[in-house]
């Protein structure tokens, strides 16, 4: 199935890589409930990630939701049921990013910090550069916080093929979530596409991830 609205969007990239502004952020006028290019976007959090401008997504073209490291979530994944059945959405792009925060710790880490660990405070600490305050409770919520795998390093640090392919490993992760899941259609006359992309912070460029291929390492 062609992907004309994401290619379009990666064209609008490059010219907003180049210093262009491509999102035109005046009120457009009442628009349609349904996104009007059929695109959802799942993406990170992160503060320099303006998905509208790096995209150059016009206001009502498509959804876009966001959360700690663009995780395939099981909310992310019910949103995109959502936006798929009810309101038309057909291609979907997945978006992580470099120097992303989900790099510089583990679940178990972060967990055992929050709890009160003195040796996980003290990494934690290290890793972000602030002290790190643990609250001396436990708590079954969340379940997880979906750290990405891999050897853990620095908040923020240079990218390096390590981090590189940490990143390429949980777009992958992603993106096999969503084409897997029994309630997200990948043929047939209602299939969705699903394309995954790491956005470099320091450039505004978006890179492609290949599908399939390697989605990670415990050790």
């Given at each position: 199935m062609a992907n004309l609205n994401t290619d379009q969007y990666l064209e609008n990239n490059k010219r907003y890589a180049s210093g262009e502004a491509v999102h035109k952020p005046a009120y457009p006028g009442?628009?349609?409930?349904?996104?009007?290019?059929?695109?959802?976007?799942?993406?990170?959090?992160?503060?320099?990630?303006?998905?509208?401008?790096l995209l150059g997504l016009q206001?009502?073209?498509?959804?876009?939701?966001?959360?700690?490291?663009?995780?395939?979530?099981?909310?992310?994944?019910?949103?995109?049921i959502i936006s798929h059945h009810l309101l038309n959405t057909n291609e979907i792009i997945l978006i992580h990013h470099t120097r992303c925060g989900m790099l510089a710790f583990t679940d178990d880490l972060l967990k055992a910090g929050l709890e009160g660990d003195a040796a996980a405070e003290k990494l934690l600490g290290q890793a972000t550069g602030r002290a790190f305050m643990n609250t001396g409770k436990s708590s079954s919520s969340p379940v997880a916080f979906h750290a990405f795998r891999g050897q853990i390093q620095p908040l923020d640090a240079p990218r390096d093929a390590q981090s590189t392919e940490r990143l390429e490993w949980d777009v992958r992760r992603g993106m096999s979530t969503i084409m897997n899941h029994p309630w997200i259609p990948t043929s047939g006359p209602d299939a969705i596409t699903v394309r995954g992309f790491i956005y470099d912070v320091d450039t505004g460029k978006l890179e492609e991830v290949t599908y399939p291929g390697p989605m990670g390492s415990i050790g």
């Open positions: 009442k628009q349609s409930i349904q996104p009007s290019r059929h695109v959802a976007v799942v993406a990170c959090m992160d503060a320099r990630l303006d998905v509208e401008d206001t009502g073209e498509a959804h876009v939701i966001r959360n700690a490291g663009g995780v395939v979530t099981d909310d992310a994944i019910r949103c995109l």
